[in-house]
């Protein structure tokens, strides 16, 4: 099968490699596109490493067609459609996913968009409403809102019921955040998100993927009992916090990953999207939004369309098998 293959500060290749089996529990994917995401920048960067026993290699999660079911499935069968959540691996025409982190692909999406779908599905449901148990007519202020993470959080939050409020930096992002569902969409380069959120009442949960010195001023937006979730530290994993706010107001400052979580943890987490969010997808309430696709040989060039910040929504990579 055809791999992007990757090591430190060489350019992704595309090499013919060994086409993988399924282990008990797994199945394996003949891969029609994997989604590009920030963390495999990381790895790349050797800033995320793989756990162990996970492929070397990037790609977080893909679409496309089951290919061969390893001992002890039950469910997938050979030639269902279905996207899913890996460990690693999914740059390829081929993919190994554990069968618990596996959904049907939906049935209103081409398999293109349904490669977008796990990792910003999965992590905004385990970090908005689970960690951040976010409730009906509560306020979310998400970072990034024109990220696949965001675009993904303020239609999942809207359809909820929830108020959403969003940064962005370029006056497009900021109007398809809108169009999206937000109710305000704040401009970071010029304006003052803390003053605006306060103006507005304050924020009851707060999805952070910048760290730095924006994590003091979502403990200073959020009302009394607020959660803050961390998922990524673009401005660095330090900050000096007056944590008599903390304190006084008695918020809760999280964080997570999702990759590290055992397979078990995934599952659970799937069940729940199946529950809550497909429905969701096949009422057309809630959309991936595709910023660009390119070939698999061409990962390099997603890398850069993803490193310069210029994107919006999920870029996609599509195998030539």
């Known amino acids: 099968m055809r791999k992007i293959i990757h090591g430190p500060d060489q350019p992704l290749t595309l090499a013919v490699v060994a086409r993988p089996e399924p282990g008990p529990g797994e199945i394996l994917i003949r891969v029609a596109a994997a989604g590009v995401n920030r963390p495999d920048l990381m790895q ?143 401009n970071y380069r010029t304006e003052d998100f803390e003053t605006i959120v306060r103006d507005l009442g304050g924020a009851d949960v707060v999805l952070d993927m910048v760290g730095g010195p924006y994590v003091q001023k979502n403990l200073n937006v959020l009302n009394d009992h607020g959660r803050c979730i961390i998922i990524a530290f673009l401005q660095g994993p330090h900050a000096d916090l007056n944590l008599m706010r903390l304190m006084l107001k008695r918020l809760t400052l999280t964080g997570s990953t999702l990759r590290s979580r055992s397979n078990e943890e995934k599952a659970r987490i799937a069940r729940e999207v199946e529950r809550v969010v497909w429905p969701w997808i096949e009422a057309g309430k809630l959309k991936p939004v595709i910023d660009s696709t390119f070939p698999l040989a061409d990962a390099e060039a997603a890398h850069a369309r993803l490193q310069s910040g210029k994107h919006a929504g999920k870029i996609v990579l599509v195998a030539q098998n």
């Open 44 to 186: 790349r960067a050797g800033l995320y490493p793989a756990p162990p026993g996970a492929p070397e290699t990037l790609g977080l999660e893909v679409s496309g067609t089951v290919e061969v079911v390893g001992p002890g499935v039950t469910r997938w069968h050979e030639g269902d459609e279905v996207c899913a959540l890996l460990s690693g691996g999914g740059y390829a025409t081929y993919a190994v996913a554990h069968e618990g982190s596996v959904l049907p692909a939906p049935k209103n999406l081409p398999l293109i968009e349904a490669a977008a779908l796990p990792e910003t599905v999965f992590t905004v449901w385990a970090n908005v409403f689970e960690a951040g148990a976010l409730k009906p007519k509560e306020k979310l202020l998400v970072h990034g809102g024109a990220s696949g993470i965001g675009t993904t959080a303020i239609q999942m939050a809207k359809t909820h019921g929830a108020r959403v409020f969003v940064t962005a930096g370029d006056d497009a992002k900021l109007k398809l955040c809108e169009q999206l569902g937000a109710d305000r969409a704040i």
